[in-house]
């Protein structure tokens, strides 16, 4: 079998969600694992004088902001995942809110995650004002997802 045969095996755009969600995921298991082994050196250096208050409570810096970093690396699983479920549905769907789902997850990814890691490891805390923009693109993705749902049918059954 050649190296090329799985490509003929998926729709384009279904390979390309099923790539987009696989590197997303993948991305996310580094990065998790680098705010657990060896981000915290660097927090401190950038962090360590501050507080910040969270849910009422004072926190050191660099507490806080591994927290962020975690989040974004959440919440990149999540839709990481979602997108490998988009990639799925291309597979069997022609619906055009299954791309518009793709598109939106993976902005939402680069946004919502790339912007809290940015921040986090530049102490640029003005590109927290980027973070809600990916969130946005969650939501719109997940209500893509449902759009997409609504319009799936089931193909008749052939008379075998």
Known sequence: MSPTAPSSVLPSSGRR?????ALMCGM???????AAHGLGPHL????????K???????????KYLADFKTAAEYQMTHGLALLVVGLLAQHGTSPWISRAGWSLLGGCLLFSGSLYALVLTGVTKLGAITPIG???FLFGWVCLLLAGLQVSTPPKSAA
Do not use: D
């Open 28 to 34: 996310s298991v580094a990065l998790g694992a680098f």
């Open 135 to 137: 969130g946005v693109l």
């Open 44 to 51: 401190e250096k950038l962090y360590g004088n501050i507080t």
């Open 53 to 63: 208050q969270v849910a009422g409570q004072t926190v050191p810096g660099p507490v």
């Open 17 to 21: 969600w099923l790539i987009a969600g």
